[in-house]
Every structure is written in C-alpha cells, then in structure tokens.
T-cell receptor, first 111, second 115 residues
Framework: DAKTTQPPSMDCAEGRAANLPCNHS???????VYWYRQIHSQGPQYIIH???NNETNEMASLIITEDRKSSTLILPHATLRDTAVYYCIVYRGGSNYKLTFGKGTLLTVNP | EAQVTQNPRYLITVTGKKLTVTCSQNMNHEYMSWYRQDPGLGLRQIYYSMNVEVTDKGDVPEGYKVSRKEKRNFPLILESPSPNQTSLYFCASSPLGGKGTGELFFGEGSRLTVL
C-alpha cells in the first residue's frame, strides 16, 4: 500500500471548517483513501473513504484531487469534540485486510 | 447497538502470569483483528482472523496467541507476559467483501501493564 504524508499538527477555531491535507503521491489505481480518527487513546473511528470521486457523509467530506496524489478531509463545522489524531490511510485490500496507521495529524479545535 | 467489546479495559499484572483479553462483536463480522499501540510506533497488527477457525499472524505476533472458535469472539492470550508487552491493545472487526473491507470497527481498548 502507498505511503501517506500528513502534517503532525493543526489548529482550528470552533465552528470553522477544518481542512486536513494528506499526500499520497505513489497511490495506485486500485487503492482507496481512508480516514480515521482517534480521540485520546480511544479506539480509532472510521470517518470516510473514497477512490477517486469526492465523498460526503454525516461526519465529513473527502476531496480527492484529479490525479489522486493528495486528498483533503473537511470537517465543516469543527467542535471541541473533534479534537483528535486524524489518520489518512491508503488501502488496497488483500489477504489480511490490514490497515497501516501512520502518525496522523493532531487536530486541536480551540474555543 | 453495534459494538466491539473488550475486557478488561485496564489490567496490571506481573511477568509470567497468563492472561486473556477478550473481544466480542455483535455485528456478525467475519474479520477480526488485534492491534497494539505504543508511543512513537503507532498501531501495529498482532493477529487477524478471516473467519471461524482461520487465524494468521500480523506484524508483531511474538508472545501472543489467539483463537476463533466462534464468529463473535476473538480472545488475545498472553501465555507468559513480559514487560515489553505493556501496551494499549485494540480489537477490531469488519465485514468482508465489497467496500466495507477497510472499514474497521474498533473496541475501546485495553490498557495492559506488565510489571
């Protein structure tokens, strides 16, 4: 699976949109982009995933560039409870369905 | 409510005293997996199971055993715990097939300390 690069930390004001970038320049055509978050040592929580089209669900939106080399997770109205480590993962699937979690981005939402 | 339940959530034990961390899911998922999380090392897969009686090693299986006798349960066994197994452990499950293969459902974690 391709590797990802994320900034180690970001800040966001409460009520504003949080835009979390991820670079995955070596992604291949059959690899998905997944986003998870982990709130202070709780179990990671699935947020959203996509292949090449933009995706939206009740939690967030995922924007994938046309060349698929980068993506942005958007939390439209960040709250204090969105403070967490956000992981961007490129995943193809395979024999053990293993997701490889990197270091992620610590998003701090400030009041 | 759909969930993955781990027990115990917190445990302090001593070197060599066998222990089992249980994991149960109520979503009828085929796939289950164990991860450990350590500072600076991220989440690393210990073992996984594709279905009942089908288990395989992940990246860091040494010192651990698992079993999958029922679909809902996937216990992690430390036969002779050592201090380097002090960690935060997560169990996860997922349905197989289709677009759900990368969507893991995680438990709340079990913090284990081995003295």
């Amino acid at each position: 699976d391709a590797k990802t690069t994320q900034p180690p930390s970001m800040d966001c004001a409460e009520g504003r949109a949080a835009n979390l970038p991820c670079n995955h320049s070596t992604i291949s055509g059959n690899e998905y982009v997944y986003w998870y978050r982990q709130i202070h040592s709780q179990g990671p929580q699935y947020i959203i995933h996509g292949l090449k089209n933009n995706e939206t669900n009740e939690m967030a939106s995922l924007i994938i560039t046309e060349d698929r080399k980068s993506s942005t997770l958007i939390l439209p109205h960040a709250t204090l409870r969105d403070t967490a480590v956000y992981y961007c993962i490129v995943y193809r699937g395979g024999s053990n369905y293993k997701l490889t979690f990197g270091k992620g981005t610590l998003l701090t939402v400030n009041p | 409510e759909a969930q993955v339940t781990q027990n115990p959530r917190y445990l302090i034990t001593v070197t060599g005293k066998k222990l089992t961390v249980t994991c149960s899911q109520n979503m009828n998922h085929e796939y289950m997996s164990w991860y450990r999380q350590d500072p600076g090392l991220g989440l690393r897969q210990i073992y996984y199971s594709m279905n009942v009686e089908v288990t395989d090693k992940g990246d860091v299986p040494e010192g651990y055993k698992v079993s999958r006798k029922e679909k809902r349960n996937f216990p992690l066994i430390l036969e002779s715990p050592s201090p380097n197994q002090t960690s935060l452990y997560f169990c996860a499950s997922s349905p197989l097939g289709g677009k759900g293969t990368g969507e893991l459902f995680f438990g709340e974690g079990s913090r284990l300390t081995v003295l």
